[in-house]
């Protein structure tokens, strides 16, 4: 697969449910477009790890899907995500970032699970993320590259 198709694929996902922004602030000092992402632990659901960092991903581009439960845009994305993460697995990992606990972001999952086939795995309970790319709306999305 060439990083054209990639790009095609993922842009028609962004198309409709996401909002991009190129300048972004962390806690002490503002995050622009090529600047070194700080390597944030994440707390996960559904994922073959409980925790990751950032760098865990190395190698892939990164795309740190915000959502909330209450989110109908946000929560019908998943079955696109999960879509995607599969054809690009080895390029791209879309990872859903919620600032809601496991016990309001797992009942979504479940039933996402039950009723599309979707186990999708989401970041929970996520502060620091919030405060490195802050933003007002959601779905919100940001890129990391390779790294």
């Not at 602030?25 to 994440?42: F, R, Y």
């Not at 979707?118 to 959601?138: A, G, M, R, W, Y």
Request: proline share 6%; with cysteine; glycine share 4%.
């Amino acid at each position: 697969m060439s990083f054209e198709n990639i790009r095609k694929g993922i842009v028609l996902l962004l198309l409709g449910n996401f909002f991009v922004v190129c300048i972004v602030n962390a806690q002490t000092k503002s995050i622009t477009v090529g600047d070194k992402c700080p390597d944030v632990p994440m707390k996960l659901i559904n994922y073959q790890q409980p925790e990751l960092k950032i760098s865990d991903f190395k190698g892939k581009i990164v795309i740190l899907d915000f959502w909330a439960t209450w989110c109908k845009p946000c929560v019908e994305s998943f079955v696109k995500i999960d879509s995607l993460n599969k054809i690009y697995a080895d390029k791209v990992q879309i990872m859903p970032v919620a600032y809601e606990d496991v016990k309001k972001v797992k009942p979504i999952l479940d039933k996402l699970e039950s009723v599309f086939n979707v186990k999708s795995p989401s970041v929970v309970n996520d502060i620091e993320l919030q405060k490195i790319f802050p933003h007002t709306i959601v779905p919100h999305c940001v890129w990391i590259d390779r790294g």
